[in-house]
């Protein structure tokens, strides 16, 4: 470790007075301080909340975005792993929009600007190239399980239709500006509904997932179609997807509504 | 006349005094967002020995459902707690303050000797200039501890991100119980400190305050004091002379 010699504390002779007075005005800063920390940690708390949350952490959450999106990038991956080490079952937490069971005539609405809202089956979403994965789902709660999934990428879907943009064409990475900066996501009963940055929906590990284990989606994981998406915690990772919708502003969101984070990126 | 010490540089009284609000709203928050998933524990076979935590503690320090506040406090003061602490660590690098709290060869030896001192198993205890044995080890310590924290908190915050980083440190539930285990030794850190604090004596705790200490030369905690002379650079590794502090 350190080879150099350690120097010995400065001292000083100094008049009584002089130590009584840097004394003084040093316990004097030390209250000041004490006060200002106690003032600041009583004008966040008395604060009014802005969703579910006080308003001054809520607006530093939400620059924590705008630093997270800095080094965003489609090229970070989440790390995955060989199939056989999926938990079977995957575990389920949370029945919010699909406590009633799926109606028989379900179809996926994808509303567009300028144009009828698009209604697709399950085949029209299987007609895609499949995807699968196998990574570690992370809850919010803290609890992370290895699972496997698959489906067909949601950027693919998005291409394959034209979809997110201004302008009814495909999302092309050069004309950032074309694209709605948010995916809007919900139940069919809108019982549950999320907010997703266009930049997390086009990550080319996010899924819209059929397939659990190799087998159709039950009815728990989410059935026919629910969102898979990696670079974000469980609770945006919407089941049973009933519409999707393009805006700039921040769609609405289930948990953030509830004091969490908008952006829970990963 | 009296004679003083100046012993706490200024910019290291703001940088700990700072540390100390916000390292406790960090503990908070995370027992905050530790409580919604909480499986660690000490067990020697089938028998638990320690549960982290117990309901009961939970529920004295009214912690159950607070999650999303919990995340909110966490990472708003975690910048406040990182840029506090690079502060502090680029201070104590340029000023050479370091040369006062990294340790040396020596440091573990005198460490035992100041652990048998307190203990009152020996009668004196090794000279030192700022820091004795112990203190720079767990100070230096400490301070590891902080950029230890900082790094797999950043590993859970962000593991898709910065996944190079969680898979450095083990994987995600491992950087999470890293995390968790660093913020118990804080913890236990804090509790020896104001025990040791509280032993050292009023003079010793206000000159965290004021930076400096007068010197008594007749103080039996305080080995002599001597003249003013620089040390001597010829053999630095033999002890140095009896402390002024």
Redesign the interface.
Same mark, same amino acid.
């Given at each position: 470790?350190?080879?150099?010699?350690?120097?010995?504390?400065?001292?000083? %002779? #100094?008049?009584?007075s002089v130590?009584r007075r840097?004394?003084l005005i040093?316990?004097g800063v030390?209250a000041l301080?004490a006060a200002g920390?106690t003032g600041l940690y009583k004008y966040i708390a008395d604060s009014k909340n802005a969703m579910? @949350?006080?308003r001054?952490?809520?607006l @530093?959450?939400n620059e924590?975005e705008a630093i997270?999106k800095t080094?965003?990038?489609n090229a970070?991956? #989440?790390?995955t792993f060989d199939p056989k080490q999926a938990a079977r079952p995957a575990r389920v937490n949370g029945y919010e929009g699909i406590k009633k069971p799926v109606a028989d005539d379900w179809q996926l609405q994808v509303d567009r600007p300028n144009a009828e809202p698009l209604l697709l089956s399950m085949d029209a979403i299987k007609a895609l190239p499949k995807h699968e994965i196998t990574y570690?789902f992370?809850?919010?709660?803290?609890?992370?399980q290895k699972q496997h999934w698959a489906g067909a990428r949601l950027s693919d879907f998005l291409a394959a239709y034209k979809l997110g943009t201004r302008s009814g064409n495909a999302p092309n990475p050069d004309q950032p500006d074309d694209l709605f900066r948010h995916v809007g996501m919900e139940t069919p009963d809108k019982g549950y509904y999320v907010g997703i940055d266009i930049e997390s929906a086009l990550h080319p590990q996010t899924l819209l997932a059929y397939e659990n284990n190799g087998q159709p989606i039950n009815a728990q994981h989410g059935a026919p179609l629910r969102l898979i998406i990696? #670079?974000k915690y469980g609770v945006k990772n919407l089941k049973r997807i009933g519409r999707i919708f393009f805006s700039d502003e921040r769609p609405r969101d289930f948990?953030a509504e509830?004091?969490? %984070?908008y952006y829970v990126?990963? | 006349m009296k004679r003083i010490v100046h012993k706490h540089p200024l910019a290291i009284r703001w940088f700990h005094w700072i540390n100390f609000p916000v390292l406790f709203v960090m503990i908070w928050s995370g027992l905050l967002i530790y409580w919604a998933y909480d499986p660690y524990k000490i067990q020697i076979g089938d028998y638990v020995l320690l549960s982290f935590f117990p309901d009961s503690f939970y529920k004295a320090l009214k912690v159950p459902f607070r999650l999303a506040e919990g995340m909110a406090w966490h990472w708003v003061f975690m910048w406040v707690f990182i840029l506090n602490g690079i502060l502090y660590v680029a201070y104590t690098f340029i000023s050479g303050e370091w040369r006062h709290l990294v340790p040396d060869r020596n440091s573990f030896r005198e460490a035992g000797q100041v652990v048998l001192y307190d203990l009152g198993l020996r009668k004196t205890q090794p000279p030192f200039v700022k820091y004795n044995g112990a203190q720079k080890i767990a100070y230096f310590t400490v301070m590891l501890m902080g950029i230890g924290s900082v790094l797999t908190g950043f590993a859970i915050y962000k593991p898709v991100q910065i996944a190079w980083l969680t898979t450095l440190l083990g994987g995600y539930e491992a950087a999470r119980l890293e995390h968790f285990v660093l913020t118990v030794g804080f913890v236990l850190f804090f509790f020896v400190h104001v025990i040791q604090v509280a032993r050292a004596g009023w003079h010793n705790f206000q000159s965290m305050i004021t930076g400096f200490e007068v010197v008594k030369p007749t103080d039996p905690e305080r080995p002599v004091n001597q003249p003013v002379t620089p040390a001597p650079t010829s053999d630095p590794l033999s002890p140095t002379q009896p402390a002024l502090s």
């Open positions: 470790m350190s080879q150099s010699t350690e120097p010995n504390l400065p001292e000083e %002779d #100094v008049p009584e130590t840097k004394t040093s316990f030390f301080a920390s579910g @949350v006080k001054p952490l809520r @530093v959450m924590n997270a080094y965003f990038s970070h991956l #989440v790390p570690e992370k809850c919010i709660e803290g609890w992370s990696p #670079v948990w509830r004091g969490y %984070d990126g990963l | -």
